[in-house]
C-alpha cells in the first residue's frame, strides 16, 4: 500500500530520465500490484501540521499518509532508500522495512 504520491513521483522520474519506451510497461505492472491511499482532506491536513522533525515537502505527504493508516489501526512499514525520510519515520517511531540494493 502506498500514498498515491508514490505513482506521480515513479511517472516524474521515468519521464525525466526518458524512460518511458524501455520501463514504463514495467512501471505500470509495478503500480498495479499497489493498493493506493488517496490524498484525501485528513491526510493533506495532517501534513500542514508540523513534524516532530523538519520533513521536505513531499515526505510530509508519505508521512502523514502513514499516519493516517495507524491511526486506522493498520500496521505500517515503510520501504525508502531516502536516509532523510527514513530519519523522520525513526523520529516517529514508524517501522522500516530493510530493502535489499538491486
Known sequence: MSS???????WVRIN?????KTHGEA???LLGRIAFLELSPLVLGRALEPFQ???RTLDAMHL??????????QE???ASYDERLN????????????LVAA
Open 53 to 55: 522533525v523538519p520533513v
Open 64 to 73: 502523514a499518509s502513514i499516519e493516517f493508516l495507524r491511526r486506522r489501526g
Open 4 to 10: 498515491r504520491l508514490l505513482e506521480y513521483e515513479l
Open 87 to 98: 530519519g523522520a519515520a525513526r523520529e516517529l517511531e514508524i517501522p522500516l522495512s530493510p
Open 16 to 20: 525525466a530520465k526518458g524512460l518511458q
Open 76 to 78: 505500517v512499514t515503510l
Open 27 to 29: 512501471a505500470r505492472l
